[in-house]
């Protein structure tokens, strides 16, 4: 696995950049306990195969969208204002062309649970392809999104909830001290929701994985348990 880009930009601030680099840190973080789940399926713990199968179903629906998001909107922009970054763009977008069939692979794997043998394939493959495809995409356009600090305010309640999900989701594994700044970039009304939001993903949590705890990361890679 990469090291890890650093969240913060050097004076300490947080950016649109940290906030992309999260979900990375998220779906690097999510891989990993997929593979320690699958192993205790494997070694004949049943007992959370629905809880992992609706996962992986988030999973899927989270990291589609995430491509969606920059093809639609990100990679655009970006090949307009910086032209030396479309053969980077290029290739980063025939990676999610690459991806989204092998999610669709694992809803096949993960359907057929308890047997482990497709979906452990599954993840191993997707885990090499999306550090390569994350660690490229933090070289080159994570610079560009450094100085943008606005995060738009939902446009209404019903969006204001799910963003505090969102962020419930990135959040988890990350420093305090990284949090705190992005915390900053927020609207109040979010602040306000999170800590609802976050106490249930860690009830969630808890009850696909067994567990909530994580690390304390200041990188885009997952820190190790304390």
Partial sequence: MATGTKLLNDDGSA??????????????RD???????????????????????????GYHMALHGHHMQEDGAIFPDLRE??????GVL????????RI???????????????????????????????????????????????????????????MLGMYAQGFSWSMQGIAPEVTAEVSKMLPPGLIERLPAAQAAFAERCAKVWGSAKVGSSTTSVPAPLP
């Fill in 90 to 97: 290029d290739q980063l977008a025939s990676d999610h062309r």
């Fill in 15 to 28: 950016s649109m950049a940290t906030l992309l680099m999260m979900s990375h840190h998220a779906f690097r």
């Fill in 100 to 158: 989204d069939p092998l999610l669709e692979k694992g809803d096949t794997a993960f359907a057929a649970l308890p047997k482990t043998t497709e979906a452990e394939e599954v993840v191993a493959e997707l885990t090499s392809l999306l550090d390569a495809h994350l660690t490229l995409e933090e070289a080159n356009v994570a610079p560009h999104l450094r100085g943008v600090a606005s995060f738009p305010p939902p446009p209404n309640e019903e």
């Fill in 31 to 57: 891989l990993g306990r997929f593979q320690a789940a699958l192993a205790r399926v494997k070694a004949g713990d049943a007992t959370r195969v629905e809880a992992l199968q609706n996962e992986w179903k």
């Fill in 81 to 86: 204002k910086h032209p030396a970054l479309r």
